[in-house]
């Protein structure tokens, strides 16, 4: 396991930061995910071999918000 943080764009409060953490969570592979609205980041702990960042990103996105990789 790998724990690598993430600059988010477009989270303004709480229920942003669950949406995304529980998008996240939802990935084979991803064991944590702590947002912050605050510091907009995203710190992801996943299985490298079962998860790329890629994948990650595409699931921000398709939350309506913009991780940088």
């Given at each position: 396991m790998e724990?690598r943080?993430?600059?988010?764009?477009?989270?303004?409060?709480?229920?942003?930061?669950?949406?995304?953490?529980?998008?996240?969570?939802?990935?084979?592979?991803?064991?944590?995910?702590?947002?912050?609205?605050?510091?907009?980041?995203?710190?992801?702990?996943?299985?490298?071999?079962?998860?790329?960042?890629?994948?990650?990103?595409?699931?921000?996105?398709?939350?309506?918000?913009?991780?940088?990789?």
């Open positions: 724990t943080l993430f600059p988010v764009e477009g989270m303004a409060c709480p229920n942003c930061k669950k949406r995304l953490e529980e998008a996240l969570l939802r990935l084979d592979g991803v064991g944590e995910a702590q947002a912050s609205v605050e510091l907009k980041q995203v710190e992801v702990t996943y299985d490298s071999s079962r998860v790329t960042p890629e994948q990650i990103q595409e699931t921000a996105e398709d939350c309506g918000y913009d991780l940088s990789i």
